[in-house]
């Protein structure tokens, strides 16, 4: 076992990729990644994160790295509801996220302790190779040269296996560029990664120490053998291109194709517009006062952070969730604070800073690191506008309906030809991983990257041909693949409309059988996309985001006015409210819950309601004021048995009572229901099912506590089936008995928005479906086509 990793972020996104990268450094190290709230907005969530320490905790501690401050906070409350024991074995670095991660997997990897990975993590903020000499043993007691055989040489993966392999021994160990001089420690794998020795260059490995002779002869076994590469063996994603310059020779002759990547679907013609930047303008010299500069560039980050604060609460949120932790890199601050110190002005200190940084990711062979350049130049062209003006480090905007040209993209690049509308994206270099390429595809720009320098050669205006599916660029195309493009982009468009009328239409099955497809929401915002998705309604509203990460409970009067918000933004649909559902995987500090206690298997959902009538009081006179303005249900959740639907049922009517006699406006909720999520509830349905008007299966729990498997744990995910005979059987037993009673079945977990789960679940007798809002129109869709 190894000391577990947890990544705690604001975004969800960015957690999970800086997981998936610090995976590649090492073997048996468990990373688990704790990014974005429940909802899947930007923020933190207090029990992902005790969760995730928990998972990552397997007996030798776990180090928590987190993006920004207020994510250091909720995993320092998370700490606090750890067993005294656990707690000793759980520390917080003071670490960049992803150098610190990369650095203690790596760390962990080679059987490290938990105190060993804290300071190996909370070492890699530097990043960069020491200048030659400052890493090269004066008086080795040992040294090996070696040609590196592998093609990308010392990459993420192979710098990570020489730390581990060096756990163990003591020796001060270095590798140098016999070529250049550059050298690094090779117990860091940031710098050794930025040595940028890629392959057929010669390395010396030098050490000094007790196990000096050992050490040396580890790394160059590991060298000669190309670190388990083969020879010709390079990772699926190619390398990050150097900068493209613009080609010298003739623009391509008309009908020329050009072929690169295909990263975002889809085919345009139009007018090509070259994107051209702005080269900042700043002061030369030294002789500024330190602490002025100082200043003026604190507010300039400080306006900079607002802006991405604004960007990062947005659909697109996570790429600039995660350049707000660019924007305070402790690199790029040390080398803009010496710069500072040498007397240069705060825009030429930054932009010598971000510079160098850029520089030395892009030089990386290893693309997700040289991915990230283009990032770092778009957090400094955003500091550099406030500090020098907005044109300082702007494009101009090209027309509307032009696929743009560029040597490569940024992700404001993206963003603002996409408020320009233009029709696509052609580049010369590129790499489908980078984040301008992710947001190009949330929006659904077509893109075309890695065209070379010849797609800078063409004239602006020129009429080109994109191919977003099969990586194209058509010059000047003949009539003839015009005539074939224009049509192929009439299908294309058809079929799009095609969907989105069937989205708006209330749900059917081709014999025209009625079924509601609807949402599931905790926010206005998911409310409001629900309803653009052609949602009919809400079919579970969760309430645990009023409760979650608080230490105090939600009044009455908040309650009403967060779910009214949501109700409003369904514009007359109606809407489901699901009762707290608190325990288990959603722990609220408020409520003081215990993990055992409050588990899975102890009190939680309606038990816990029940047991707690100082919560579920204020909770459904809530939703009864809420009634009297809106088409409003409610839905009790985790109900095993009878009378606990009858002792919900009987509390609602209390708190109808009582609102009456206090003469506070209230309504009856439209429905009552429960959520079968108990295979007992689905085995023997019929008492049940006559005292509720609906039943919701939560597909996610039912199949859980039915097959005996946590769908979050690898090690029994095989277990985890929806398509399993037993869940079929129980949904089928339920609709039976429903269907006796007068009373609908609906399925609301993640099974009602697969469109092969929804076909089989309607079969099954399910007349309602309720789903994340984007995959509301591919359910019609097949819907439309399915028989009952």
């Given at each position: 076992m190894?000391?577990?990793?947890?990544?705690v972020?604001?975004?969800d996104?960015l957690?999970r990729?800086?997981?998936?990268?610090a995976?590649?450094?090492?073997?048996?190290?468990?990373?688990?990644?704790?990014g974005?709230?429940?909802?899947?907005?930007?923020?933190?969530?207090?029990?992902r994160v005790?969760?995730?320490?928990?998972?990552?905790?397997?007996?030798e501690?776990?180090?928590?790295?987190?993006?920004?401050?207020s994510?250091?906070?909720?995993?320092?409350q998370?700490?606090?509801?750890?067993d005294?024991e656990q707690?000793?074995?759980v520390?917080?670095a003071?670490?960049?996220i992803?150098?610190?991660?990369?650095?203690?997997?790596?760390?962990?990897?080679?059987g490290?302790?938990?105190?060993?990975v804290?300071?190996?993590?909370?070492?890699a903020g530097?990043?960069?190779?020491a200048?030659?000499?400052?890493?090269?043993?004066?008086?080795?007691?040992?040294?090996?040269r070696?040609?590196?055989?592998?093609p990308?040489?010392?990459?993420?993966?192979?710098a990570s296996?020489v730390?581990?392999?060096?756990?163990?021994?003591?020796?001060?160990?270095?590798?140098a560029?016999?070529?250049?001089?550059a050298?690094?420690?090779?117990?860091?794998?940031?710098?050794?990664v930025?040595?940028?020795?890629?392959g057929?260059?010669?390395?010396?490995?030098?050490?000094?120490?007790v196990?000096?002779?050992?050490a040396?002869?580890?790394v160059?076994?590991?060298?000669?053998?190309?670190?388990?590469?083969?020879?010709?063996?390079?990772?699926?994603?190619e390398p990050?291109?150097?900068?493209?310059?613009?080609a010298?020779?003739r623009?391509?002759a008309?009908?020329t194709t050009l072929t690169g990547?295909a990263v975002v679907?889809?085919?345009?013609?139009?007018?090509?517009?070259e994107?051209?930047?702005?080269?900042?303008?700043?002061?030369?010299g030294?002789?500024?006062?330190?602490e002025?500069?100082?200043?003026a560039?604190?507010?300039?980050?400080?306006?900079?952070r607002?802006?991405?604060e604004?960007?990062a609460?947005?659909?697109e949120?996570?790429?600039?969730?995660?350049?707000?932790?660019?924007?305070?890199d402790?690199?790029?601050?040390?080398?803009?604070?010496?710069?500072l110190d040498?007397?240069?002005?705060?825009?030429?200190?930054?932009?010598?800073?971000?510079?160098?940084?850029?520089?030395?990711?892009?030089?990386?062979?290893?693309?997700?690191?040289?991915a990230?350049?283009l990032?770092?130049?778009d957090?400094?062209?955003?500091?550099l506008?406030?500090?020098?003006?907005r044109?300082?480090?702007?494009?101009a905007?090209?027309?509307?309906?032009?696929?743009?040209?560029a040597?490569?993209?940024?992700?404001s690049?993206?963003?603002?030809c996409?408020?320009?509308?233009?029709?696509g994206?052609?580049?010369?270099?590129?790499?489908?991983?980078?984040h301008?390429?992710?947001l190009?595809?949330?929006?659904?720009?077509?893109?075309?990257m890695?065209?070379g320098?010849?797609?800078?050669?063409?004239?602006?205006g020129?009429?080109?041909?994109?191919?977003?599916?099969?990586?194209?660029?058509?010059?000047?195309?003949?009539?003839?693949r015009?005539?074939?493009?224009?049509?192929?982009?009439?299908a294309?468009?058809?079929?799009?409309?095609?969907?989105?009328r069937?989205a708006?239409?209330?749900?059917?099955?081709?014999?025209?059988?009625?079924?509601?497809?609807a949402?599931?929401a905790?926010s206005?915002?998911?409310?409001?996309?629900?309803?653009?998705?052609?949602?009919?309604?809400?079919?579970l509203?969760?309430?645990e985001?009023?409760?979650?990460e608080?230490?105090?409970?939600?009044?009455?009067?908040?309650?009403?006015?967060e779910?009214?918000?949501?109700?409003?933004?369904?514009?007359?649909?109606?809407?489901i409210?699901?009762?707290?559902?608190?325990?288990g995987d959603?722990?609220?500090?408020?409520?003081?819950?215990?993990?055992?206690r409050?588990?899975?298997?102890?009190?939680?959902?309606?038990?816990?309601?029940?047991?707690?009538?100082?919560?579920?009081?204020p909770?459904?006179?809530?939703?009864l004021?809420l009634?009297a303005?809106?088409?409003?249900?409610?839905?009790?959740?985790?109900?095993?048995?009878?009378?606990?639907?009858?002792?919900?049922?009987a509390?609602?009517?209390?708190?109808?009572?009582?609102?009456e006699?206090e003469?506070?406006?209230?309504g009856e909720?439209?429905?009552?229901g429960?959520?079968?999520?108990?295979?007992?509830?689905?085995?023997?349905?019929?008492?049940?099912?006559?005292?509720?008007?609906?039943?919701?299966v939560?597909s996610?729990?039912?199949?859980?506590?039915?097959m005996?498997?946590?769908?979050?744990?690898?090690?029994?995910?095989?277990?985890?089936?929806?398509e399993?005979?037993?869940?079929?059987?129980?949904?089928?037993?339920l609709c039976d008995?429903?269907?006796?009673?007068?009373c609908?079945?609906?399925?609301c977990g993640?099974?009602?928005g697969?469109?092969?789960?929804?076909?089989r679940?309607?079969?099954?007798?399910?007349r309602?479906?309720s789903?994340a809002a984007g995959?509301?129109?591919?359910?019609?869709?097949?819907?439309?086509?399915?028989?009952?």
């Amino acid at each position: 076992m190894a000391v577990g990793i947890v990544i705690v972020s604001h975004s969800d996104l960015l957690a999970r990729g800086v997981a998936e990268l610090a995976g590649e450094m090492a073997e048996g190290v468990t990373l688990v990644a704790a990014g974005g709230t429940d909802d899947g907005s930007i923020g933190t969530s207090f029990d992902r994160v005790l969760a995730a320490i928990t998972e990552a905790d397997t007996g030798e501690g776990a180090l928590v790295l987190a993006d920004l401050g207020s994510a250091e906070l909720t995993a320092e409350q998370a700490f606090e509801f750890l067993d005294p024991e656990q707690a000793e074995r759980v520390a917080l670095a003071n670490a960049p996220i992803a150098e610190g991660a990369i650095a203690a997997a790596a760390t962990a990897g080679g059987g490290a302790s938990l105190a060993e990975v804290l300071a190996a993590a909370e070492a890699a903020g530097g990043g960069a190779a020491a200048d030659a000499g400052e890493a090269v043993l004066a008086e080795p007691d040992v040294r090996e040269r070696v040609v590196l055989p592998n093609p990308l040489g010392l990459h993420a993966r192979p710098a990570s296996h020489v730390v581990a392999a060096l756990r163990n021994l003591d020796a001060e160990v270095h590798i140098a560029r016999t070529d250049t001089g550059a050298g690094a420690s090779a117990r860091s794998v940031l710098d050794v990664v930025a040595l940028g020795a890629t392959g057929g260059v010669e390395v010396e490995i030098a050490a000094q120490g007790v196990d000096a002779v050992e050490a040396v002869e580890r790394v160059a076994a590991m060298a000669r053998e190309g670190f388990g590469e083969a020879a010709g063996e390079a990772p699926v994603e190619e390398p990050e291109p150097a900068p493209v310059e613009r080609a010298s020779d003739r623009p391509p002759a008309a009908g020329t194709t050009l072929t690169g990547r295909a990263v975002v679907a889809g085919t345009v013609i139009g007018p090509l517009a070259e994107l051209r930047r702005a080269v900042p303008a700043v002061p030369e010299g030294t002789g500024f006062d330190p602490e002025e500069q100082r200043r003026a560039l604190a507010a300039a980050r400080d306006a900079a952070r607002d802006e991405l604060e604004q960007l990062a609460a947005g659909p697109e949120g996570a790429i600039f969730a995660m350049h707000l932790v660019l924007l305070d890199d402790p690199a790029l601050s040390a080398a803009v604070d010496e710069a500072l110190d040498e007397g240069l002005a705060a825009s030429a200190a930054w932009l010598r800073g971000v510079t160098a940084q850029e520089e030395l990711l892009a030089s990386m062979a290893d693309a997700a690191f040289a991915a990230r350049a283009l990032d770092v130049r778009d957090v400094g062209d955003r500091v550099l506008r406030q500090l020098l003006g907005r044109e300082a480090t702007g494009v101009a905007a090209p027309p509307a309906g032009a696929i743009v040209a560029a040597s490569d993209l940024t992700p404001s690049d993206v963003t603002q030809c996409a408020d320009a509308d233009i029709a696509g994206f052609a580049t010369a270099a590129g790499s489908q991983t980078s984040h301008a390429a992710i947001l190009a595809r949330n929006l659904g720009i077509p893109l075309v990257m890695r065209l070379g320098p010849a797609v800078l050669a063409i004239a602006d205006g020129t009429e080109v041909i994109l191919d977003g599916d099969a990586g194209e660029l058509v010059v000047a195309p003949d009539a003839e693949r015009r005539a074939a493009a224009t049509a192929a982009i009439a299908a294309a468009e058809a079929e799009a409309e095609a969907a989105r009328r069937v989205a708006a239409e209330p749900g059917r099955l081709a014999d025209g059988t009625r079924v509601v497809v609807a949402a599931n929401a905790s926010s206005p915002v998911e409310a409001r996309r629900a309803v653009a998705e052609g949602a009919e309604g809400i079919g579970l509203l969760r309430t645990e985001f009023l409760y979650l990460e608080r230490t105090d409970l939600p009044s009455e009067d908040e309650q009403v006015a967060e779910l009214a918000e949501i109700c409003e933004a369904m514009e007359g649909r109606p809407v489901i409210v699901r009762t707290l559902d608190a325990g288990g995987d959603k722990p609220a500090p408020a409520l003081d819950l215990d993990p055992v206690r409050h588990g899975f298997l102890g009190q939680r959902g309606l038990r816990l309601s029940l047991a707690r009538p100082e919560v579920f009081q204020p909770q459904l006179r809530a939703i009864l004021r809420l009634a009297a303005a809106y088409e409003v249900g409610v839905m009790f959740p985790m109900v095993t048995d009878v009378s606990e639907v009858r002792r919900a049922k009987a509390a609602l009517a209390e708190a109808a009572a009582a609102l009456e006699a206090e003469g506070v406006p209230h309504g009856e909720p439209t429905e009552v229901g429960v959520m079968v999520e108990v295979p007992a509830a689905a085995v023997a349905p019929q008492d049940l099912v006559a005292e509720v008007d609906f039943c919701s299966v939560g597909s996610n729990d039912l199949i859980a506590y039915t097959m005996a498997a946590d769908r979050t744990l690898e090690e029994v995910a095989e277990y985890y089936r929806p398509e399993h005979p037993a869940i079929d059987q129980l949904v089928a037993w339920l609709c039976d008995a429903a269907a006796d009673a007068g009373c609908w079945v609906g399925v609301c977990g993640e099974m009602a928005g697969d469109p092969d789960h929804a076909a089989r679940l309607v079969g099954l007798g399910v007349r309602e479906l309720s789903m994340a809002a984007g995959s509301i129109p591919a359910v019609k869709a097949r819907l439309r086509e399915t028989s009952p």
